[in-house]
């Protein structure tokens, strides 16, 4: 086995030098806390000037209590966030008026407007008229101050004390709390459930789908000049193939470590969410059998290709395996309880992005636990002799790429 | 010694390598030739393990050559190539660990090859920084660093100028005096001719001829002779004597028919040419291959 971690050393230095897994190393975190953090930042930020937002209502009755419906949004200087204007009455020529609040709205004098119409038959239309429809949160505080004035106005036509639309408008929101060990109590966000799960199922794949393409790519470069025969005359199959397993999860693991400093960094800054280190063990062990799993799958089907581009299409249909199982996780957050993710939780290919998920989202009965374990430790094994015994034909097949069916006899020998 | 006993290799419905036995001794180059495609390889790769033999046994100094015998045996395969982007010390080093060489040897061994094929200068250069005849250089290095008992030549001087093929050609002499085993496969014939002791002559498979060089040459090169001469040589193609000719402008080679000596045809030629010169001669290795290999007998 002292050949085994010679090969390990070799690919490990070698490698870790490499523009590549240096880029990789630094932008995948780049990439994954710009992606997580891009929207909120966006969504939440704040106006900071008043928006002049014009209103032409054909009916008349609705500027008034809309106003009051508006007022109560505030910019944090206590200046109103929306001023409205009324743009028209009742009786007056309304192509004209569309047609200058149009222009208005073009040169930015208005931010935007609404457009109120009532037909005859009691419908009633709104339009918000603006330069970009993508602004969710006006839209938003738009049309609930809308529907709040309408209903007022029903009420109120119909003889009913307007408190009772206080009570109606008043909803109760459900708060979430995820219960813990020992009868605490957590709030439970989804965006943070999302992001402490997710953080670490993607960074899996990422370290999967970019290692994973530097071994098959080595793989190649060693068919391709025969520099696996001169290997191959120095030490066992088996050797090379542990060597490569070692030196890759070497690297693999430098990226983790790597990743978790820039992560706890982040995190003491308060960038990012304290929770998802909340789990770090049980998610680590997982994390590191889910990359021994898919890099003995790698290495065995990485040993079939014989040119660059076999390798590329290969890669790139195994980086697409590779995604699914974080697919899968996307309706076990919304359904941790489903019978669904209980069987995910037992397939070993969804192990790792399952259980890492769950751990996150409450407690985990220990003996789903052992067995996700037993059985991931089981298809690791299974996967490095299968790996092995591909690899010991498939590294020596050069020109054509074996047929499946090849393949499927080596493994039998 | 190597020994390699009715060794035989089918891949799926072709026979590679048919029922082959041969034995290399110590201190001499065995030859292993053939054209393209008749199986040389295939049998290096058999030998170091690299792929299963169908039946058969190869022996090294009297036990199968295995696992243990890795260390023992340097590889030069016929087409080259080498980590591009790493740096030439730390290759040699690499294949020095993988022979199990510690680490100290492995660098000053590593430091001596390099100067002794002049190319110390590049030894933290990255290998695509250097020429195509200094990568040759560092691979031909990588192969004999650990210092192996067996040494196998896939086409050694491919790629190297003259005065490097001159070079590499001392450096395996000079194994030869240090008692090591070594297989040469090779097209070159004439470097073949110099340096190889002993020959197997190999052709889809199977054996053509196999011996010393010497042996094989007598066998082969009976009445055979070289005449040159000034004038006219058409004569010499109805003399009765002449099994075979092979003329050129202003020399020939003829090849007796049995029984005839060598004198006997220069009585009857002399009055018709002007004869330069008259010489009995071995045939060429180059001769050899090809006439065995088109189908020849001898």
Request: net charge positive.
């Amino acid at each position: 086995m002292n050949k085994a971690f010679i090969i390990a050393k070799w690919e490990y230095l070698e490698k870790i030098k490499t523009k590549t897994f240096i880029i990789s190393l630094f932008l995948t975190p780049i990439i994954i806390i710009g992606f997580a953090l891009a929207p909120t930042l966006i969504s939440n930020r704040q106006d900071d000037t008043t928006k002049v937002i014009g209103v032409i209502d054909t009916s008349g009755k609705y500027f008034t209590p809309l106003l009051r419906n508006v007022e109560k949004y505030k910019l944090t200087n206590g200046q109103p966030n929306y001023l409205l204007i009324n743009l028209a009455g009742r009786d007056k020529n309304f192509t004209g008026i569309k047609k200058s609040a149009d222009e208005n709205t073009l040169s930015g004098k208005l931010e935007g407007y609404l457009l109120i119409r009532e037909y005859s038959n009691d419908s009633t239309k709104a339009e918000y008229r603006s330069k970009n429809s993508g602004n969710f949160k006006d839209l938003g505080i738009l049309r609930e101050a809308f529907n709040n004035t309408r209903i007022e106005l029903k009420l109120s036509e119909e003889g009913i004390n307007p408190s009772l639309m206080k009570f109606i408008s008043n909803s109760v929101d459900i708060k979430a709390l995820k219960i813990e060990k020992g009868g605490e109590e957590s709030p439970s966000d989804f965006l943070i459930l999302f992001f402490t799960s997710f953080i670490f199922i993607i960074l899996l794949m990422m370290m999967v789908i970019s290692s994973g393409g530097m071994l098959i790519r080595s793989l190649v470069e060693e068919k391709s000049n025969k520099l696996i025969e001169i290997i191959i005359s120095s030490c066992t199959p088996n050797e090379l193939l542990a060597g490569k397993v070692l030196g890759l999860s070497g690297l693999g693991l430098t990226q983790v470590f790597i990743w978790t400093l820039i992560g706890a960094a982040l995190a003491s800054s308060a960038i990012l969410p304290r929770e998802v280190f909340n789990h770090i063990l049980p998610v680590l062990l997982f994390f590191i059998l889910g990359f021994v799993f898919y890099s003995a799958i790698y290495v065995g089907i990485g040993s079939i290709v014989t040119t660059e581009q076999e390798a590329q299409q290969i890669t790139s249909y195994l980086s697409l395996a590779m995604i699914l199982p974080a697919a899968f996780a996307l309706p076990a957050i919304e359904n941790p309880n489903s019978a669904f993710v209980h069987i995910l939780s037992f397939i070993p290919f969804t192990i790792p992005a399952i259980m890492i998920l769950r751990f996150n989202i409450g407690p985990i009965p220990v003996w789903e636990v052992l067995v996700s374990i037993a059985i991931m430790a089981a298809s690791i094994y299974l996967s490095i002799i299968a790996a092995g015994k591909v690899f010991r034909v498939g590294i020596l097949s050069y020109g054509k790429r074996p047929a499946l069916k090849e393949v499927i006899s080596w493994l039998r020998e | 010694m190597l020994e390699v006993n009715n060794l035989t290799k089918t891949f799926k419905d072709t026979v590679a390598v048919d029922d082959i036995s041969f034995n290399v001794e110590p201190g001499k180059i065995f030859g292993l030739l053939g054209p393209n495609g008749a199986g040389k390889t295939t049998i290096i790769r058999i030998i170091l393990n690299i792929i299963k033999p169908s039946s058969g046994t190869i022996l090294f100094e009297g036990r199968p050559f295995t696992k243990e015998f890795f260390n023992a045996a340097g590889y030069l395969p016929e087409e080259r190539g080498l980590y591009k982007k790493s740096r030439v010390l730390d290759t040699l080093l690499y294949f020095a660990g993988l022979k199990n060489m510690n680490k100290k040897s492995a660098i000053t061994e590593s430091i001596k090859w390099l100067s002794k094929l002049g190319i110390e200068n590049y030894k933290n250069k990255k290998i695509e920084e250097l020429s195509k005849g200094n990568q040759q250089k560092v691979q031909f290095i990588a192969s004999v660093v650990h210092n192996p008992k067996l040494l196998i030549f896939d086409e050694p001087f491919g790629g190297f100028d003259p005065i490097n093929q001159q070079i590499i050609k001392d450096i395996l002499l000079s194994f030869v005096d240090s008692g090591k085993t070594i297989i040469l496969s090779t097209h070159q014939m004439d470097t073949a001719e110099k340096l190889c002791s002993d020959i197997f002559l190999i052709n889809k498979g199977k054996e053509v001829c196999s011996g010393s060089l010497w042996q094989i040459k007598k066998k082969s090169g009976a009445n055979t002779i070289r005449i040159e001469f000034a004038g006219d040589s058409s004569y010499l193609n109805s003399n009765p004597y002449v099994s075979h000719i092979d003329s050129y402008s202003n020399y020939a080679e003829v090849q007796l028919k049995d029984n005839i000596l060598p004198y006997d045809f220069l009585r009857t030629i002399i009055d018709k040419i002007n004869i330069n010169q008259f010489s009995i001669i071995e045939p060429s290795l180059n001769k050899i291959f090809i006439d065995a290999i088109k189908g020849n007998s001898y």
